[in-house]
């Protein structure tokens, strides 16, 4: 059983960072793509970013310069740095984890994590 458990969500001022983390845990391999996605409420669930395990990386234009996706492959681990926060970045982001890369980037999924609330105010 794989498990995706995500940490560092929270409330921030707009202008402000902050850094999520997800863990896979289980029997897993290092060589799948992981990235992150979001849903504000109303809204349709959006790519923010994903990573091949080479550390090749995809970004949606809303957050290309200001956030940053990374990973660590020995901790089965990847991170969002989110700079510049924005009151628009307001969202529940999920980690997900892909057995292939184009089914990650098409909300094809084969794990997501159980969401992190990420407010900026203004």
């Known amino acids: 059983q794989v498990q995706l458990v995500e940490s560092g969500g929270g409330v921030v001022q707009a202008g402000g960072s902050l850094r999520l983390s997800c863990v896979a845990s289980?029997?897993?391999?290092?060589?799948?793509?992981m990235g992150w996605y979001r849903q504000a409420p109303g809204k349709q669930r959006e790519l923010v970013a994903a990573i091949t395990s080479g550390s090749s990386t995809n970004y949606a234009d809303s957050v290309k310069g200001r956030f940053t996706i990374s990973r660590e492959n020995a901790k089965n681990t990847v991170y969002l740095q989110m700079d510049s926060l924005k009151p628009e970045d307001t969202a529940v982001y999920s980690c997900?984890?892909?057995?292939?890369?184009?089914?990650?980037?098409?909300?094809?999924?084969?794990?997501w994590g159980q969401g992190s609330q990420v407010t900026v105010s203004a």
């Open positions: 997900a984890l892909a057995f292939g890369w184009w089914r990650l980037l098409n909300q094809g999924a084969d794990y």
């Open positions: 289980g029997n897993i391999l290092s060589n799948y793509p």
